[in-house]
C-alpha cells in the first residue's frame, strides 16, 4: 500500500541514544525527539505516557522497507491490540500500514480513523454477531477460528445483502520446532509444546472442509491463511519454520481442494532489540543480538520462495502483524517519586504502578528505567521500583539506580506498546494521560482519567439505597 504522507524523519543528536528519537540530550536529561520528558511531567502531571510520533513512523519503516526489499508484494498490518489510540492509528494510516483487529471496539477504532477496511483483518476465536456484521459490512476479511464460524458469517452477508472475505486461521504442525526450548513467558515447553496448547487455529482437515464448504457458497471470497507464532526470542530462524509451513499447507489446501490461498499472514510476535535489553536479567535476549527487521524478512522471504518452487505454487501475497515492535520503543512511562523507605531493602514509592505497565507485574526483569534528570550520573545503589497499590505492586525490583528522592521523575523505556491499552483500575487507581511529540510539540492524545469517569458505571440498587440513607443508619 502507497503511504499517504512520506514524512521526512531527522533523529536528533542525543548524548545517549536509547532509540531514533529516545535519549539524553545535551542537558543531561531525558529527551522525547525535541521535548525535555522533565517539563513534560512538570505540565502534564505523572502517572504520563509519552509516544514519540516520529520513533513509531521510523520502527513502522524499518519493518516496511525490509520486507519490500526482500519480498516486494508485502503488506504491514499493525497489531492495533498493542496500541490502541486513535491518535496511533491516524499514524499508522498515514504511514500505510493496514491492521489487525479483535472486537468490534478495535474495528471501530480503525474504521472511525479512516484506515481503509480492506487493509484490515479481523480476529478471534469466539467473534460475536455485532462484530462480523461490523466486518461484512465494512469489507474486512475475517479470519476463521471456528468450525461453525462459516454459517454464521454465511447468514450475516446474506441478511447484509454483501458478500464476505474469509481466511482461515491455522493450527499448524512446527514439528521442526519440536526441540526448540519457548520462551518463559508463554509457559513451559518447546515451542512446538507451546504452539500446540494455544486455543488458535483449523487442523489440516477443517481447514479443508472450511475451504470445501466456502466454495459452494456464492457471497464467500476466500482471501487467506492466517498464523501467529507470538515467539518474542532473538531467533528469526523460528519464524522462517512457520512461514515454510504455511506455503506446505497451501499445497496440502491445493491438492485437496483446488484452491491455492493468493495471500498468507504469517502473524506478529517479532522482537525488537535494544542495547540494554529493554529490562535487567532479560529472560528473552531482547537486546543488541536480537535479530534485525531486515533478517525477519531475509529468512522468511527465503523460506517462502524455496517452498513454493519446490511446490510448483505462485508467489502469494505476504502480510504480517507487528504490534509490539512497532509501538514498544516509540513511548516510554514517567512517574513521580514519593516515599522513600529505608528498611531491609530500599524502596522507592511512585505513582506510576503495575495497573499501567502491567507486564512488569509478570515479568520482574522488564523495562529499563532511568531517572529523568541528569539521566547519565552513577547509578550506584539497588532498589526495588513500586507503585502505590495495595499489592506488592513491583515495577522494577533490585534495580540499579542512581539517589532518588521526593519529586524525583523515573521513566520506564519501551512502554509503547501493550500499556496504555492493557491499564488497569485496580484500587479505583485513574488511568493516566498520554501525550504525543511531534518534534517540539507535545499534545494530549489520551485525557487524564477522573473520578467521574469510574463512578459514572457504578449503580446501586435502590433497596441499598434507601437503607444506607435512612434516618436509623
Not at 537486546?287 to 519446490?310: H, M, N, Q, V
Request: glycine share 8%; hydrophobic share 40%.
Amino acid at each position: 500500500m502507497t503511504s499517504l504522507m512520506e514524512i521526512p524523519l531527522n533523529p536528533p543528536s542525543y548524548e545517549t541514544r536509547y532509540g531514533a528519537f529516545i535519549g539524553i540530550g545535551s542537558n543531561g536529561n531525558l529527551w522525547v525527539d525535541g521535548c525535555d520528558v522533565a517539563d513534560l511531567a512538570r505540565q502534564f502531571g505523572t502517572p504520563l505516557f509519552v509516544i514519540s510520533e516520529n520513533e513509531l513512523r521510523h520502527t513502522y519503516r524499518q519493518f516496511r522497507d525490509a520486507f519490500r526489499r526482500h519480498y516486494e508484494n508485502s503488506e504491514i498490518l499493525f497489531a492495533n491490540k498493542s496500541n490502541n489510540g486513535l491518535a496511533i492509528r491516524h499514524i499508522m494510516n498515514h504511514e500505510g500500514a493496514g491492521g489487525d483487529c479483535f472486537g468490534a471496539q478495535e474495528m471501530y477504532i480503525a474504521l472511525l480513523a479512516g484506515t481503509n477496511a480492506k487493509t484490515l483483518v479481523l480476529n478471534g476465536s469466539n467473534k460475536q454477531t455485532d462484530e462480523l456484521e461490523m466486518a461484512i459490512a465494512n469489507g474486512l476479511c475475517i479470519n476463521i477460528d471456528a468450525m461453525d464460524e462459516l454459517d454464521r458469517i454465511a447468514d450475516v452477508a446474506e441478511r447484509l445483502g454483501k458478500p464476505a472475505d474469509i481466511g482461515i486461521r491455522l493450527a499448524l504442525d512446527l514439528d521442526p520446532l519440536a526441540d526448540v526450548p519457548g520462551v518463559a513467558m508463554h509457559g513451559p515447553g518447546t515451542m512446538k509444546e507451546q504452539s500446540d496448547s494455544t486455543k488458535w487455529g483449523m487442523t489440516r482437515e477443517q481447514t479443508v472442509e472450511l475451504v470445501k464448504r466456502a466454495q459452494t457458497m456464492d457471497n464467500m471470497n476466500l482471501k487467506e491463511t492466517h498464523f501467529h507464532l507470538s515467539r518474542m526470542s532473538n531467533k528469526a530462524e523460528p519464524f522462517a519454520v512457520m512461514a515454510r509451513e504455511m506455503i506446505a499447507w497451501s499445497g496440502y489446501i491445493r491438492d485437496h481442494t483446488g484452491w491455492i490461498p493468493p495471500c498468507i499472514d504469517i502473524g506478529g510476535g517479532w522482537t525488537f532489540g535494544k542495547w540494554y535489553g529493554t529490562g535487567p536479567n532479560s529472560q528473552i535476549d531482547d537486546d543488541k543480538s536480537a535479530p534485525t527487521p531486515d533478517d525477519y524478512a531475509r529468512l522468511c522471504a527465503e523460506a517462502i520462495r524455496g517452498e513454493t518452487e519446490r511446490l510448483g505454487l505462485p508467489l502469494p501475497k505476504l502480510r504480517l502483524e507487528p504490534g509490539r515492535a512497532l509501538s514498544g520503543p516509540s513511548g516510554i512511562a514517567v512517574g513521580t517519586v514519593g516515599a522513600v523507605k529505608e528498611a531491609a531493602k530500599t524502596w522507592v514509592n511512585m505513582d506510576l504502578s503495575t495497573n499501567h505497565l502491567s507486564w512488569a507485574a509478570i515479568l520482574d526483569w522488564y523495562y529499563h528505567a532511568v531517572p529523568v534528570t541528569d539521566t547519565a550520573r552513577p547509578a550506584d545503589r539497588t532498589v526495588d521500583l513500586v507503585g502505590p497499590l495495595c499489592n506488592s505492586d513491583e515495577l522494577g525490583p533490585h534495580r540499579k539506580m542512581p539517589a532518588l528522592a521526593r519529586g524525583d521523575f523515573v521513566a520506564f523505556l519501551d512502554a509503547g506498546g501493550y500499556c496504555e491499552s492493557s491499564a488497569a483500575r485496580y484500587n479505583a487507581q485513574l488511568l493516566p494521560a498520554t501525550v504525543l511529540v511531534t518534534g517540539d510539540r507535545a499534545e494530549v492524545i489520551t485525557e487524564r482519567e477522573q473520578l467521574r469517569d469510574v463512578m459514572s458505571r457504578f449503580k446501586v440498587p435502590s433497596h441499598l439505597m434507601a437503607e444506607s440513607f435512612s434516618s436509623g443508619a
